[in-house]
Nanobody, 121 residues
Framework: QVQVVESGGGLVQPGGSLRLSCTAS????????MAWYRQAPGKEREMVAI???????NYGDSLEGRFTISRDGTRNTAYLQMDGLTVGDTAVYYC???????????????WGQGTQVTVSS
């Protein structure tokens, strides 16, 4: 089994900051990418940020400059630093990894269960 666990969510005031963590564990190797998604009530899940094994990063619309994704490959951990948070950032944030099991030639997606981020005064 592959496990993906997020942490670091919580309640923060507008303009504040949070750092989310995502740790992957289990029977796998060759993680290709680690990504953050979010889903707010009444909206579809959207991509927030992604980082690949080659160091390429991409961000969702209007998020680059406020959000920063980083990765510690030795610990199979990704971070999402969120600054200048607004009410519109309130959502459940999910971590997704693309990884290859030792017995497979194909990369598969594995999702965490999410962590709640609430921005409110």
């Amino acid at each position: 089994q592959v496990q993906v666990v997020e942490s670091g969510g919580g309640l923060v005031q507008p303009g504040g900051s949070l750092r989310l963590s995502c740790t992957a564990s289990g029977d796998f190797n060759n993680i290709y990418s680690m990504a953050w998604y979010r889903q707010a009530p009444g909206k579809e899940r959207e991509m927030v940020a992604i980082t690949t094994s080659s160091g390429i990063t991409n961000y969702g619309d209007s998020l680059e400059g406020r959000f920063t994704i980083s990765r510690d490959g030795t610990r199979n951990t990704a971070y999402l630093q969120m600054d200048g948070l607004t009410v519109g950032d309130t959502a459940v944030y999910y971590c997704k990894i693309a990884a290859r099991r030792p017995t497979s030639l194909l990369f598969q997606d594995f999702w965490g269960q999410g962590t709640q981020v609430t921005v409110s005064s």
